[in-house]
């Protein structure tokens, strides 16, 4: 006895022209393609892809992008200090810090910092018997410097056990750390702080 087939549906036609129906969407957020970064007081603008990678450090960002080069990037693994800058406020080694994670937020970087600043003024001025300069080749000087005024911003009056933990984490390639370290403390006394213990 022969079986009935069953009749099989017929494809839906398109008219030509007419919009095809659309397609599942992702209700996940779209990243962001752009990255806005405070840096010194300017505000600018990059394009995730073509400017900077999600991966990009703000060490690289800073140097490669704005030709900030007074930061510098030497062991890339948050050991030696030399890439500090100050990220509202505090300190933080940019080669450990992604440039999108700093977007919104205020960077700062020694190029920032005016001629003037107490820190600044007790670096340089920094040569006392005993203790010696707190710059000589200058390559660890910009992160020590935006460290000391991350540390002084938040505790102007440090002791000097306060100001070698605030500025452990850095390293001085020519020994300057007994140096380094009464600089910190005659900024203090410049700022107006009692500068500590020494």
């Known amino acids: 006895m022969p079986t009935k087939s069953k009749a099989r549906p017929k494809p839906a036609r398109v008219r030509a022209g007419a919009a095809a129906p659309p397609l599942h969407r992702s209700t996940a957020p779209r990243p962001e393609r752009t990255v806005t970064l405070r840096v010194n007081g300017l505000a600018h603008v990059f394009e995730v892809g073509r400017d900077l990678e999600a991966s990009t450090t703000l060490a690289w960002l800073?140097?490669?992008?704005?030709?900030?080069?007074?930061?510098?990037?030497?062991?890339?693994?948050?050991?030696?200090?030399?890439?500090?800058?100050?990220?509202?406020?505090?300190?933080?080694?940019?080669?450990?810090?992604?440039?999108?994670?700093?977007?919104?937020?205020?960077?700062?970087?020694?190029?920032?910092?005016?001629?003037?600043?107490?820190?600044?003024?007790a670096f340089a001025g920094q040569c006392e018997p005993g203790y010696g300069t707190a710059v000589q080749c200058g390559f660890c000087t910009p992160g020590y410097v935006m460290a000391a005024?991350?540390?002084?911003?938040?505790?102007?009056?440090?002791?000097?056990?306060?100001?070698?933990?605030?500025?452990?984490?850095?390293?001085?390639?020519?020994?300057?750390?007994?140096?380094?370290?009464?600089?910190?403390?005659?900024?203090?006394?410049?700022?107006?702080?009692?500068?500590?213990?020494?």
């Open 62 to 121: 800073l140097r490669e992008r704005l030709g900030l080069t007074g930061l510098k990037t030497s062991c890339g693994e948050g050991a030696c200090g030399a890439c500090t800058v100050l990220l509202d406020g505090r300190p933080i080694f940019s080669c450990m810090t992604l440039a999108v994670e700093a977007a919104g937020h205020e960077v700062e970087t020694i190029e920032g910092v005016s001629e003037d600043d107490p820190v600044v003024q």
């Open 149 to 198: 005024r991350g540390l002084l911003a938040e505790n102007p009056h440090p002791t000097l056990e306060e100001v070698k933990e605030g500025l452990s984490g850095h390293v001085c390639r020519c020994g300057c750390y007994a140096g380094i370290a009464q600089a910190v403390l005659h900024a203090s006394e410049k700022a107006g702080g009692r500068g500590g213990a020494r």
